[in-house]
């Protein structure tokens, strides 16, 4: 799946350990590749989806999106420009709080 990206939309990759989540709050098309793992999907677009290693989904979200890591899983997000700057920022300061837990 990560072949297929389009030069149009930007793209992030994630990872969730197991059974964290993460909500989207932010409109717009959201497409969602899983890489590893299992993910649970849901929007009120399209109801629950679940996603395993190879699986994809495309959300025209209008509400909200969130995502389960049912196992730890890693994905990719391709989006417009404003969430994948907020998703940026989330992933950057998990990483932060994981190195000065680690210390």
């Keep these: 799946m990560r072949n297929s990206k ?3 939309s930007p793209r992030i990759e994630m990872a969730l350990a197991r059974g964290s989540v993460l909500g989207l709050g932010v409109p717009g098309r959201v497409a969602i590749a ?24 495309t959300i025209d979200n209008h509400g909200r999106i969130v995502i389960e890591a049912l196992q730890t899983a890693e994905f990719d997000i391709e989006t417009d420009g404003k969430l994948v700057e907020e998703l940026r920022l989330f992933e950057n300061g998990r990483k932060s709080s994981r190195v000065a837990n680690d210390n």
């Design 6 to 8: 389009t030069e149009t």
């Design 34 to 57: 899983c890489v590893a793992g299992v993910l649970w999907v849901t929007a009120p677009e399209t109801g629950d989806v679940v996603l395993v290693a190879g699986d994809a989904t």
